[in-house]
């Protein structure tokens, strides 16, 4: 049997979130069976040159979980282990694990994921997905945050951020300085720190054109957070276990969309929202909107449950991840069925569009409540998998 609501959310009742979840029966989920990742020995698949559309596998109709797990690939070489559901939570969405990274933020610990690089040479060896996309950020630095690396640094140096959750100018998104000494090297464990060695001339600062997208998971004075209940998409947290610090690991939700993505979520530009999200606020990644940085993502008000954020079937992403065109920088609309009973399965942007067209949904920016301003959420993408979603 079809199943609806008749009710589409506002952006209130999207933070909410009460009632949100599906149970897992809607996804026909079996068990999740987890797959442990070994390090890669190939880089991530390239993207072609020139944009293309989703491959027609991605867009097919649902397959079984089980179809769907020996399809998948991990794109993302700092994946540990994942698994696309799983039995031991009610909620609709699987897990995946990530290796920790360290870094020093004003002389104190920083625990970061990496995900996806705009250099084509430093994803391919660092095994993070290219996103040509990113490049646009180099033309509005205040979409960045300052990321400072270390050519032969001291033997207990780390990478230094200038910005972390809590301050307005954080984003993700970081252009990446290398530092070179001059002489001896020495510790410089924060951004003012090597502002003054460069001042002293015992460094050189080189601005890269190099951007990254880690995001981060522990910072001083914060964390994100956990949700034990496991049952909603965005409960009380995206993480599913407390970090390990000292195995260097971290457990996030992963989450189904159109066309054949498994995503993660860690933070977004909507400041305000991002406590009620338990996420990261990162204001500065809406300017990434206006030069062209993101791709653009559709959430569902009403129509058929599921495992999407409010609640009804899952996301649309207009590329699918690892094309030209992707960004894991989601520019975030939400689309309503005008009449419910002619509610169907959306799989694509062509199925978009075709539906506005012929008048069935509208459109908002951000979402109904929101609307027309809009908001960015950073949905970083490590496994590709073909989608399960039925009804």
Known sequence: MNQRRSKFYSRREFLRVASLGATASLL????????????????????????????????????????????????????????????????????????????????????????DASDPTFASENKLVYVPLLNAALNREEATSPLYVFDQGAADQLPVLSAIPGMDNFSPAMRVHQVTFKGTPSLLDSAEKIKEAEAAGDITVEKLNLIVNYPLVKWPGGELSVDEAKQEYLGTGQLLEPLDTEGLKVKFKLHQCFPGSRYIVTDTSAAPMAPMMSVAASPPTQALVEVKGTDKIWVFGNGFKGSGVMGFQPAIFAHRANEPAWSPFWDHFTLVWKDEAKVRVLRSEADITAALEGGEVEQFNGTPDSHPTGFVVNCPVPVLAPNTYTV
């Open 28 to 115: 026909a989920a079996c068990t999740g069976s987890a797959v442990r990742v070994s390090a890669p020995t190939q880089s991530p698949p390239q993207p072609t040159a020139t944009p293309t559309a989703a491959p027609a596998a991605a867009v097919a109709d649902a397959v079984s979980e089980a179809e769907a797990a020996a399809g998948a690939e991990v794109i993302v070489g700092d994946v540990l282990e994942y698994a696309l559901t799983s039995e031991d939570w009610p909620g609709p969405f699987g897990f995946v694990t990530f290796k920790l990274r360290e870094a020093l933020y004003n002389g104190e610990m920083v625990y970061h994921i990496r995900t």
